[in-house]
Structures are given as structure tokens and as C-alpha cells.
């Protein structure tokens, strides 16, 4: 069956970085986009960043542009999220997507906080 497995979140002072990834299993990984999404306390889930299946196609939401880099590896089935300088407002816990045959799975969520 389709399984995300985020991992990577923890606890960074502002202006410090992360590295995120999520491992997939149970679909053709080569083939799909992924997405990143975020959720944080009282909010609701909100899109982060997009690449498409050979990552020649990638968007992120404005609020991360220019310091979250997402990226993939088809040979081990992981996209990552690379976030720099985090800001106390990127706290959140972060999933990865996938959408096959019109369904969304996600993974369980990785918790990032920002906080010196």
C-alpha cells in the first residue's frame, strides 16, 4: 500500500536550517509529483512547495521563496525539503503528498519548531 514516511523536523533557533525528507512506497515514485504541505497550531494545512515527477517543474508557496529548496531522488523514492532561515512563523508540522487516481495520501507529519 502508498506509504509517506516524513522524517528530519526537530527544534532550531531562527535563522537555523533543516533538511526534511520523506520516503515513499507502494507507487511508481518516478512517475508522480509531490508536494509539501504545513500545519500550523490553529491553522489549517497549507501548500508549501510542488515538484513534478523528473523535477523539471517546481512552485512554492510565497512565503518560503527564496529559502526552502525542494528536491528528489527517483532512485531512493525521497523528496526533500531543505529550509533556511527559519523563521518562528515556519513552525509547523510538515507533510508530504501524493495525488494517484484522484486521491490524496499523506504521510503522518514531521514537527518543525522555530524558537530560540
Known amino acids: 500500500q502508498v506509504q509517506l514516511v516524513e522524517s528530519g523536523g526537530g527544534l532550531v533557533q531562527p535563522g537555523g536550517s533543516l533538511r526534511l525528507s520523506c520516503a515513499a512506497s507502494?507507487?511508481?515514485?518516478?512517475?508522480?509529483?509531490m508536494k509539501w504541505y504545513r500545519q500550523a497550531p490553529g491553522k489549517e494545512r497549507e501548500f508549501v512547495a510542488h515538484?513534478?515527477?523528473?523535477?523539471?517543474?517546481?512552485s512554492y508557496v510565497d512565503a518560503v521563496k527564496g529559502r526552502f529548496t525542494i528536491s528528489r531522488d527517483n532512485a531512493k523514492s525521497t523528496v526533500y525539503l531543505q529550509m533556511n532561515s527559519l523563521k518562528p512563523t515556519d513552525t509547523a508540522v510538515y507533510y508530504c503528498?501524493?495525488?494517484?487516481?484522484?486521491?490524496?495520501?499523506w504521510g503522518q507529519g514531521t514537527q518543525v519548531t522555530v524558537s530560540s
Open positions: 515538484i513534478s515527477s523528473t523535477g523539471g517543474t517546481i
Open positions: 503528498k501524493v495525488i494517484l487516481g484522484g486521491r490524496d495520501y
Open positions: 507502494g507507487f511508481t515514485f518516478s512517475l508522480s509529483s
